[in-house]
């Protein structure tokens, strides 16, 4: 980057964005102490809203940088960056499955809602999609799909408060279901996170969802699946085995019962018969869908049809 004098008489330092500041471009945009040299007749072609910024009524009552009309947005520079980049640098956001980071995805997808550029926002909320699912299959399979990472307990915070921002409410219920796999005293020590230069924080609405849900989800548990009579072969190892887990596991799937496939098969697999291995199988999966089912309720957030609905909107039909 380099430096420049300021527009105005102010004390703020701008610098070029070297990699956004095209020699031939005919507007300047400033975002914090950024100033980047782009196409103003591009920019009013992706969006109305943006259209609408550079339609000036008279030309001399615009600001001026290097004869250029000046535009100064009140974004995060952070986030404006990723905007801008993800326009007019072909590769910087692909959509899935090529990878991206949540940094890059949560800036594009704040900004192009914002601003209302359809084309970003529709795949910034597919890469959402590939780690946030409406159906519990969805869930088991994100770690494969996801085309980024989030950095723990904090990025589950900062999900919260992109989804909520742009109106991703069908990413709710998963990201809620796994702020409420840890303590609440732990979501509430570190439920801050700075992203892009913002602090992303929990609302209060969040808060009080998950803490609804927190109660909600830790009132079912699978663990009693394992212990109902039309199920049991006879055998007394196997009804054994299946008591030893169900007391062993109880407590853990009570905190994240949908944590309990893997260990259920694999023990289940090892020490019990195959008709009890696969009717305690089929007896898992159908209370995993039924738990997934109650998982909008037990946030107090709409049901999945009406999810899917949006996400589906989202997603571009
Ligand atoms: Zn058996």
């Avoid at 591009?42 to 250029?68: H, I, N, R, T, W």
């Amino acid at each position: 980057m380099s430096s420049a004098p300021s527009p105005q008489a102010s004390t703020t330092r701008l610098v070029h964005f070297e990699e956004l500041w095209f020699t031939d471009g005919n507007v300047v945009l400033q975002a914090g102490d950024r100033l980047f040299c782009v196409y103003r007749g591009f920019l009013a072609s992706l969006s109305s809203v943006l259209s609408d910024m550079f339609s000036f009524p008279q030309p001399s009552d615009v600001e001026c940088y290097d004869g250029k009309p000046l535009i100064v947005f009140h974004d995060p520079p952070g986030e404006f960056v990723h905007f801008l980049k993800a326009i007019f640098m072909p590769t910087y956001f692909l959509p899935p499955p090529t990878k991206t980071t949540f940094e890059v995805l949560d800036g594009v997808l704040r900004l192009s809602d914002k601003y209302d550029v359809a084309h970003l926002r529709q795949r910034a909320m597919h890469h959402l999609s590939t780690w946030f699912g409406t159906t519990v299959e969805q869930y088991f399979a994100d770690n494969e799909t996801a085309t980024f990472k989030l950095p723990g307990l904090k990025g589950y915070v900062a999900v919260a408060s992109l989804a909520t921002q742009v109106h991703a409410a069908w990413a709710l219920p998963q990201c809620y279901y796994d702020l409420t796999t840890t303590s609440i005293d732990e979501v509430l020590r570190q439920g801050c996170h700075v992203l892009n230069g913002t602090t992303r924080q929990l609302s209060e609405a969040d808060i009080i969802a998950i803490s609804n849900g927190f109660r909600a989800t830790r009132r079912s548990s699978p663990a009693m699946r394992l212990l109902e009579h039309s199920d049991i072969c006879g055998d007394p190892g196997c009804l054994g085995s299946r008591v030893r887990l169900a007391m062993d596991a109880a407590e853990d799937w009570m905190v994240d019962p949908l944590e309990a496939r893997e260990v259920w098969m694999e023990y289940m697999g090892t020490f019990t018969c195959p008709e009890c291995f696969e009717k305690c199988s089929e007896s898992m999966r159908s209370w995993e869908v039924g738990f997934w089912e109650n998982l909008p309720a037990a946030f107090a957030l709409p049901p999945w049809p009406e999810l899917q609905r949006m996400k589906a909107a989202d997603l571009g039909g």
